[in-house]
């Protein structure tokens, strides 16, 4: 046990070597944490997802600074990732509690005319509409395009018509 501590050190007076080894620690801790969560968590961009990126790095920094003890710490982390895959679990075979969890597409641009409620609630302009169709459809004009969505992430995603 004083070797740990001796390695670790104990509340916030730690030196460079015990900040570095709870750094590798928490580094290697976090990998884990992350394998459990899934590709899932990081790499859709959405709420769930976004929720389990900002706790898991203000939890496990707080024990790498010393400022929350290490186990009870590391133990919240594992309760949020598992949480997190409880969700998404729950999500991907209940419709209506994945609308809850993670919103649904809204529909802002369709044929020629911008939807102007579906605008305020997706809380955008039509100038970034039209920025996002430069963006990702490479068009300077609206001519060619069918529908822009609003996806559960946040980004806009811009139909082409079918010719």
């Known amino acids: 046990m004083d070797i740990l501590l001796k390695i670790f050190g104990e509340g916030k007076d730690l030196d460079v070597l015990q900040m570095c080894s709870r750094g590798i620690a928490i580094f290697i801790i976090a990998l884990i944490l992350i394998r459990i969560a899934g590709r899932r968590a990081f790499g859709q961009k959405k709420p769930l997802g976004n929720i389990i990126v900002i706790l898991l790095g203000a939890i496990l920094s707080r024990t790498v600074t010393g400022v929350s003890p290490f186990l009870p710490t590391v133990l919240t982390c594992l309760l949020i990732v598992v949480l997190h895959r409880t969700f998404a679990w729950i999500s991907i075979r209940n ?30 302009h039509k100038d970034d509409v039209l920025e996002q169709v430069r963006l990702n459809a490479n068009m300077n004009s609206m001519d060619d395009i069918e529908e822009v969505y609003m996806e559960k992430t946040g980004e806009l995603s811009p139909v082409k018509k079918e010719r």
């Open 95 to 124: 419709r209506t509690f994945s609308k809850l969890v993670n919103g649904e597409k809204i529909l802002v641009y369709k044929d020629g005319r911008f939807i102007g409620k579906s605008m305020e609630r997706a809380l955008i």
